[in-house]
């Protein structure tokens, strides 16, 4: 069943469409809140239920329910993150030696590890486009900014990963 069908018969109101759909898409929120957090917080993921929940009823246009549940994702973990977003962006950096593709594989914790040192903007980008396999133009529409500025975040997020990585000893 889609997602727009589930988004339909939970504004009809049945209890066990909005279950499946938080079954479909509560990994997907745990697993941005914990990236962009850098742990897990319950209390974040259930302030985004509960929005959802409240507002699913005025939500117009069913077909834009990812992009939707990811705003308010948003919304809530920047109301952790304020300190972060309040900082002035660092200043732009030189792009480290070396191509783009990945010359050898690098596990899991170097990764999140590099991730969380990554300015909360950047981070956001990479997560919800690469890791959650969004388009641009949804990226863009959930950090309610235009597409360019997803483009220049992955690009600076992308040079900003290699670099935290070579600085910890894996090769770019």
């Known amino acids: 069943m889609s997602d727009e069908l589930l988004v339909v018969r939970c504004q009809l109101g049945e209890r066990d469409a909005f279950a499946e759909l938080v079954r ?3 990994p997907a929120v745990e697993r941005y809140v914990g990236r962009m ?3 897990t917080d ?3 993921v259930q302030e985004i239920w509960l929005a959802v929940f409240k507002g699913l009823p005025k939500l117009r246009r069913q077909d834009r329910f990812t992009p939707w549940l990811f705003a308010i994702a948003r919304r809530a973990v920047m109301n952790r993150l304020r300190d972060a977003y309040a900082r002035p962006d ?3 950096i030189d792009d480290v030696a070396g191509d783009d593709e990945a010359d050898a594989v690098v596990n899991r914790e170097a990764l ?5 040192a990554l300015p909360a903007r950047e981070r956001e980008v990479l997560l919800l486009f690469y890791l959650e ?8 529409q ?5 597409v360019g500025t997803v483009k220049s975040r992955l690009n600076r997020a992308r040079r900003l990963l290699r670099q935290e990585l070579v600085r910890k000893g894996y090769e770019a």
């Open 90 to 92: 660092a200043e732009p």
């Open 112 to 116: 999140a590890g590099a991730l969380a």
């Open 37 to 39: 957090l850098g742990r």
């Open 24 to 26: 479909r898409w509560h």
């Open 142 to 146: 959930i950090c309610a900014v235009p």
């Open 133 to 140: 396999d969004l388009p641009l133009d949804a990226c863009a």
């Open 42 to 44: 319950d209390d974040v």
